[in-house]
Nanobody
């Protein structure tokens, strides 16, 4: 049973930084892809950034140049460094881990809240 746990959210002022962490435990198999999604109140969940097991990263246009995604492959650990945060970045941030063998499918965490203060 894969467990995905996020941490690192909090309250930050506009222009500030946060670093989110995610760990997908319960398997020795490396995830094919891991990613961060976010959901603001009243809006749909959207992709923020993802990274494959070959280190190919993809970013949503609204975070390019501000956020950096990284991972430790063998530990299924994922990070999101968020700089120059803006009020529109407020939301719940979710970690997703995709496996193509072993625990096949997508696994989600419970989310960590990021709130920007004006």
């Amino acid at each position: 049973q894969v467990q995905v746990v996020e941490s690192g959210g909090g309250l930050v002022q506009a222009g500030g930084s946060l670093r989110l962490s995610c760990s997908a435990s319960g398997t020795l198999i490396g995830a094919k892809k891991m990613g961060w999604y976010r959901q603001a109140p009243g809006k749909q969940r959207e992709l923020v950034a993802s990274i494959t097991n070959s280190a190919e990263a993809h970013y949503a246009d609204f975070v390019k140049g501000r956020f950096t995604v990284s991972r430790v492959y063998l530990k299924n650990t994922l990070y999101l460094q968020m700089n120059n945060l803006q009020p529109e970045d407020t939301g719940a941030y979710y970690c997703n881990a995709q496996f193509i063998v072993g625990p096949r499918g997508e696994h989600w965490g419970q989310g960590t809240q990021v709130t920007l203060s004006s």
